[in-house]
């Protein structure tokens, strides 16, 4: 049968990339769990309970995975990690004797899922410094471009363009710097046995070696273990790891919701790439659809989900452990680090190809910004000795006749309303009502903190 006869997860093959998708494959768990035998063979060799020849043996035949053969023995015994113990067993036959000495079936499998946990997160944080690096060389480049802000969806005052960016590469920075965290707390269940009270091992070295015995495999993994464990290390780690992703989910997902408005013709101010042969509609020839932004907010709609699920994992980890987080642990890991492996790579392909519509920005100024310049002469005809609730009722009335000739598609006329106004020209003269209207420098300090985030954060991971 084809491999496409059958159902394929859209991980399998679409979403992700090729780096993540092997830190999550069968060949590669399968390989941990023969290093981590490996590696407590070697340890158990160093106080006498393994032979060299043994030891021999199973190096020799560390990356002879052999899956079609592991599932065949599942097939019969029902039972994952034994299957693979038994193929690795028929291949190295002198070390099989030895093999999985004193140990639980999660003594191998939790410290295998830490140490992918551990491999994926670097790939995440190594892609997401790279967003964060692109987003602050817009955010430089653009700090001093006005455009319309929007609150309620509608026209607000005016921001720059490098400061709407940097809202987004703040909450990024607030990710990376939660991720970077939580990458270096990451810990593996170590080796104690079924209960997690290390009996077995006690048994076969004495009480007093067994610490001795699993600092010696923590420096051999290159993994910390938990001080304390049941059958499996902490759920509350599957947890603290998925909403970490989830919250960087968010991040992304705003940013691309927000993208999708911004390309709509109607604000037309911001456009995804779109390549010179790709199609956007099977109907209608003219159409640009930001199918980009709209995958990624698909995708971390659905890894929104997740963390739901990873805490009925830890909640419901009833005494020292039940199975019944096993099976969906095989879809919300992998799955969660895949999309958000391909959010970000999908964010980084938007950065580096992101269109700018300066004419689109500069008409929606035109249109909206004289009403919120009217604050600003509010503020001008009162310090100038008018009352403030006569001039404020005569710049409204102004305004909603402004806001009647946009709608039928006219410039706005409400500078012009304003300057004609004799009882507003008796506090200030035209040329100053004009001025103050042109309100495209009313923007705070937004350009100069847009360039001071972008220097502390390049220097903040510089170093990283």
């Excluded at 199973?58 to 065949?72: F, M, Q, S, V, Y």
């Excluded at 419901?316 to 790579?345: G, K, Y």
């Excluded at 604050?375 to 001039?391: N, P, W």
């Amino acid at each position: 049968m084809s491999e496409y006869d059958g159902y394929l997860s859209p991980f399998s093959w679409r979403y992700g990339s090729k780096e993540m998708r092997t830190i999550w494959s069968e060949k590669y768990k399968r390989r941990l769990w023969r290093r981590i035998w490996v590696a407590l063979a070697e340890v158990q060799a160093h106080y006498g309970l393994v032979k060299p020849n043994q030891l021999d043996d199973l190096h020799a035949h560390l990356d002879d995975i052999n899956i079609h053969r592991a599932l065949e023995i599942e097939a019969e015994i029902h039972h994952d990690l034994m299957a693979e113990l038994r193929t690795f067993g028929e291949q190295a036959t002198e070390g099989r004797g030895i093999l999985h000495l004193g140990a639980t079936s999660m003594d191998i499998e939790d410290n295998a899922d830490a140490l992918r946990l551990q491999h994926a997160l670097d790939l995440v944080i190594k892609s997401l410094k790279s967003l964060i690096l692109l987003f602050t060389v817009r955010i430089d480049e653009w700090a001093d471009i006005p455009i319309m802000a929007f609150t309620h969806l509608q026209p607000a005052e005016p921001t720059t363009l490098g400061y709407r960016m940097m809202l987004y590469a703040q909450d990024l920075f607030i990710d990376w710097q939660q991720l970077t965290s939580l990458r270096a707390e990451i810990k593996g269940k170590g080796f104690k046995g079924a209960v997690g009270t290390g009996a077995s091992y006690a048994e076969l070295l004495g009480s007093d070696l067994v610490d001795d015995f699993e600092n010696k495999l923590s420096t051999a993994l290159g993994l910390p273990f938990f001080p304390l464990a049941s059958q499996t290390y902490p759920r509350k780690q599957d947890y603290l790891v998925v909403s970490a992703l989830a919250s960087l989910g968010a991040s992304l997902y705003k940013f691309a919701f927000d993208l999708r408005l911004l390309q709509s013709p109607v604000i037309g101010e911001a456009r995804e790439p779109f390549g010179t042969k790709q199609v956007g509609s099977s109907a209608m020839p003219f159409k640009r659809n930001p199918i980009r932004a709209e995958k990624m907010d698909s995708l971390a709609r659905l890894l929104a989900q997740y963390p739901a699920v990873a805490w009925n994992n830890a909640a419901h980890s009833l005494l020292e452990r039940t199975l019944d987080d096993s099976a969906n642990r095989r879809s919300i890991l992998p799955e969660s680090f895949l999309i958000v492996d391909e959010l970000l790579h999908t964010a980084i392909t938007i950065i580096k190809g992101i269109n700018i519509d300066l004419a689109g920005i500069k008409r929606n100024l035109d249109t909206y910004a004289p009403f919120a310049a009217s604050e600003r002469l509010l503020m001008a005809l009162v310090k100038a000795g008018a009352d403030r609730q006569e001039m404020h009722e005569k710049i409204r009335t102004h305004a909603m006749t402004a806001w009647q000739a946009i709608t039928q598609g006219k410039p706005n006329p409400l500078p012009g309303l304003l300057s004609n106004d004799l009882d507003v020209q008796q506090y200030l003269p035209v040329n100053e009502i004009l001025d103050i209207l042109q309100i495209e420098g009313y923007t705070g300090f937004a350009a100069r903190r847009s360039k001071e985030f972008a220097l502390q954060v390049n220097q903040a991971l510089e170093k990283d």
